[in-house]
């Protein structure tokens, strides 16, 4: 999407803003409200702080914000705790006012906030696709610049009695930015609007930044991460399937590697990405990175005091709009992973790992359990868009292996959380694959006996010897 495109919508959800319908209970007032939005890579990342008053006479539990419908899809994250405590609060979509394209979110309070008292809270919130590339074409070597549109206040249903939004780009070189009526200005790599004071609430003033960002802007189209549990071997196998690209500012003319070569100096400030480097644990071993064609050898592969390293470079740079695909894989010790409780044995394994600066469109997670396993029950630390058991056969199995498939758009590192799969397995089990191999060899072996033992000639067998005289 155009980012003046993107811009537009936006101003356009904000003006709907004024004929606001929902009914809130308006229990709170905004003391004070500090905003930090940091544009150090591809995603936006804002996290509020909130100093809330309660100006009821009666006391209030739940906490409202706002968030434009045109902005929501892109939202891959959000959280909220008290400041002070950090201790987690539940944070739910209330639903969608259908006249102002508002989703109202609501934040429910572990203990109920008294009369004139104050509770801090705080937001983090993680958007993807919202920064991008402005222009959308540059020469092979050149500086890339990107654009961000925002609202300068929190979209609150609250009045606000003061509030100040700072913005943090990736370097000090900030081309121009605009709104805040006149209260902003710039410091190094910081742009700080405010501070503002006696907020209205559904206040809105659009501001846009534009600065250089010199990183790729890098999106996952789709992931695919197979775990596959080996009590037998104690062995945790792990492959990840990537499709990766550059949604950076792309090149205006053919690509030239004679230029590419002679601009080696110059890469770092520039979008194209040459390397990624993958964080193992520390049990890691027989690590292997291949693509379409083949093995690659350009990786390396280390085992560091506290984890292991593997670092691939791809076949070809990556430039704005270009892609690569590829997978690797790693053995682990399950010891690590998996402990047992009871009768049952517990595995705990993150969703997702090195997403790092990267944004996943959709997420596969596929984990098999070992032949055999039971009573499955599988604990998110966050909502799934898709989650199914089913059956899963390889070699030598006879009534398959329990795959638990779990589904999720919109990825970033803050859902590196560990999953939870509870299940039981009885040692016998152990056997089943030897004795199914067993059983099919003296099967093969007994056909085959019983098949040399047959005759299949058509007809009744002549006698070979003549009769004496």
Known sequence: MNPLHFILQLTLALCCLGTLVVAIPH???????????????????????????????KAAQDYYFYLPSVVT??????????????TPLKVQLEGLDDQTDLNVYKISLDTPVAPQQDVLIGIKMAYTHTIRPMPSKLPQVAR???????????????????????????TNNMINHTGGHGKSKVSNNKIVYG???????????????????????????????????????KNLAVEEHYALRNDGAQLESSFSRVQYQMSSHFHDQTNVLKSLLFDLPVS?????????????STSHFRTQQDKAVLEI?????????????????????LGSYVRRHGDKYILNVNFVENVKDMTIDKAVIRVVLPEGASDVKVTTPFGMDSESISSYFTYFDSTGRTMIVLEKNNVVREHELPIQIEYKYSAVYLLQKPLVASLAIFLLFTVSIII???SFRIGKEEKSALKKE
């Open 313 to 333: 470079q791809p076949r070809y740079p990556l430039f704005g709009g270009w892609n690569y695909t590829w997978y690797h894989g790693y053995n682990a010790d």
């Open 73 to 86: 899809p892109n939202v891959a994250s959000i959280s909220a705790f008290l400041k002070k405590e950090k």
């Open 195 to 233: 501070p503002f004071t006696d907020v209205q609430p559904v206040s809105f003033d659009l501001a846009t930044c534009h600065f250089e960002n010199p990183k790729p802007l890098l999106t996952v189209a789709s992931f695919t991460r197979d775990i596959e549990v080996s009590h037998w071997g």
């Open 284 to 296: 890691a071993r027989d690590a292997y990175f291949r693509d379409e064609v083949g093995n690659v």
């Open 452 to 454: 040399n033992k047959m």
């Open 144 to 170: 890339q610049h990107t654009a961000y549109a925002f609202n300068t206040y929190l979209l609150s249903p609250y009045s606000t009695k003061e509030a100040k939004t700072t913005v943090q780009t990736p």
């Open 27 to 57: 229990q709170f007032e905004n003391a004070k409200v500090l905003r930090v939005i940091g544009l150090e890579n591809a995603i936006a990342r804002e996290d509020i702080g909130i100093r809330a008053k309660n100006i009821d006479t």
